[in-house]
């Protein structure tokens, strides 16, 4: 229950901020319509082009927006979690780079496209969410998960082999 409240104070937040600057805000009459409209609005990778993105060394940010419980238990090798109704606030302490592709992703895309068309307003200008989100790289690449993720200097139950991404 708390969890999905910061999510909607987290949301609420941001359409008061940006009502207060005169821009038109769009009116949904419920949270399907403003996720489609959303998911209209982005760019996706597939599962299967974003494993080659991650196996190619080049430099990128990869964004988990699933809640911490979520990722505590297992997240794609090198994800950076950052919840949903956080994001705003501390993308720019683990993304610096606006200008490096980011990747984001969450369970099955929903949150993950609204927070990719928020990022744009905060100046990311290459972002991509994962198709069907983390279920669906579960199904297709299991191999390539990270189980109970390391945070910081704390490491969790599993070890987990580096991934070459940018956190983890």
Do not use: H
């Not at 910061?6 to 901020?17: G, K």
């Not at 929903?110 to 991509?128: E, F, M, T």
């Amino acid at each position: 229950m708390k969890k999905l409240f910061i999510f909607v104070w987290s949301v609420l937040s941001v359409i008061l901020m940006l009502s207060c600057s005169g821009n038109d805000i769009k009116k949904y009459n419920s949270v399907k319509e403003m996720t489609d409209d959303a998911k209209a609005t982005v760019e996706f990778i597939s599962a299967k082009d974003l494993k080659t993105v991650l196996e190619s060394g080049d430099k990128f940010y990869l964004i988990d927006c699933r809640e911490s419980d979520e990722f505590d238990s297992m997240c794609i090798q090198g994800a950076v979690n950052i919840p949903r109704g956080v994001l705003e606030s501390e993308i720019t302490e683990k993304a610096m780079n606006r200008k490096t592709t980011l990747y984001i992703y969450c369970s099955n895309g929903d949150r993950s496209a609204l927070a990719a068309n928020i990022l744009p307003k905060l100046k990311y200008s290459n972002v991509k969410v994962l198709e069907a989100g983390f279920d669906n790289w579960k199904a297709k690449y299991p191999k390539l998960l990270e189980l109970s993720p390391v945070r910081g200097d704390v490491k969790t139950k599993a070890t987990a082999k580096p991934s070459g991404g940018c956190g983890g």
